[in-house]
């Protein structure tokens, strides 16, 4: 390392942790005792337990941590043996933008769920639902999602709304 580069200031770099299944407030725990900055989005979850009511703080995005750190503070958040991987941000301002929309929407609401999302063309096959076990292409209108069944031999194709919910990609 030359001297010049020594001068030169440090950044922080925004990473998303994914860590070990069930590990995210422990990460979490940890990113907070070594001052750095970091966002575990949580949404508040209530469930009934042997008839009692229980209040919950679960993550939003379940194996994911985000974290802004010094190379020195990346390598040493791996050490801890619950994180798997970190992966760099390329754009982090877009990222702050959209975990900022999913803070405001989590303090609005209490049915919020991880989906996938699909591009429209891509191959997919219904899961659950009244089309069950059906396979077709998602195409998009607005925020609708359609399914078009093809019968390639006769060069029609019919068309069905699906939730996003109820598909998997092939």
């Known amino acids: 390392m030359d001297v010049e580069d020594e001068n030169l200031p440090r950044r922080r770099t925004w990473y998303v942790l994914h860590v070990k299944p069930r590990t995210e407030k422990k990460v979490d725990d940890f990113l907070s005792c070594l001052r750095v900055f970091h966002y575990l989005p949580l949404v508040r979850k209530v469930s009934k337990v042997q008839r ?8 939003v995005f379940p194996g994911y941590v985000f974290a802004r750190l010094f ?8 050490e801890t043996k619950q994180v798997v991987r970190t992966i760099e941000v390329d754009n982090p301002r877009r990222m702050i933008h959209q975990l900022r929309q999913v803070e405001h929407a ?15 063309g891509e191959r997919v096959k219904v899961v659950s639902g009244p089309l069950r076990g059906l396979e077709g292409q998602v195409q998009r209108k607005g925020g609708a999602a359609t399914l078009i069944l093809t019968v390639d031999i006769l060069g029609r194709a019919l068309a069905a709304a699906v939730s996003p919910t109820d598909l998997q990609k092939l």
Not at 52 to 59: A, C, D, E, S
Not at 71 to 77: A, I, K, Q, S
Not at 106 to 120: A, I, K
């Open 106 to 120: 989590s303090r609005l609401s209490t049915d919020m769920r991880v989906v996938e999302t699909f591009e429209p």
């Open 71 to 78: 190379p020195e503070e990346r390598f040493r958040v791996l």
């Open 52 to 59: 009692r009511r229980v209040v919950r703080h679960l993550p």
